[in-house]
């Protein structure tokens, strides 16, 4: 069974910065890809990084700039920095681990951003 474990949420002013971390039980190269999605309360979960087993990245256009996704294979984790946060960027952020036949999620960690 597939574990995902995030950690690093918190609660910090407008223009700071967070990094999150997800641990995976086993190897991450069993993933075709691994990312980041966030929800907002009232608000459908949506996208906000993604990086594949090849090393390619894909950012929502909100967090392009701000947010850095990076993978470490060693530890099978991969990370979330984040700059320059807003209070937009509020939300549970959640990480998740695709294969071709199911995808995995974490607990979730909150993030809040205050004004």
């Known amino acids: 069974q597939v574990q995902l474990v995030e950690s690093g949420g918190g609660l910090v002013q407008a223009g700071g910065s967070l990094r999150l971390s997800c641990a995976a039980s086993g190897s991450i190269f069993s993933f075709n890809a691994m990312g980041w999605y966030r929800q907002a309360p009232g608000k459908q979960r949506e996208l906000v990084a993604t990086i594949t087993n090849g090393g390619r990245l894909n950012y929502a256009d909100s967090v392009k700039g701000r947010f850095t996704i990076s993978r470490d294979n060693v530890k099978n984790t991969i990370y979330l920095q984040m700059n320059s946060l807003k209070p937009e960027d509020t939300a549970v952020y959640y990480c998740?681990?695709?294969?071709?036949?199911?995808?995995?999620w974490g607990q979730g960690t909150q993030v809040t951003v205050s004004s």
């Open positions: 998740n681990a695709a294969r071709s036949w199911n995808d995995y």
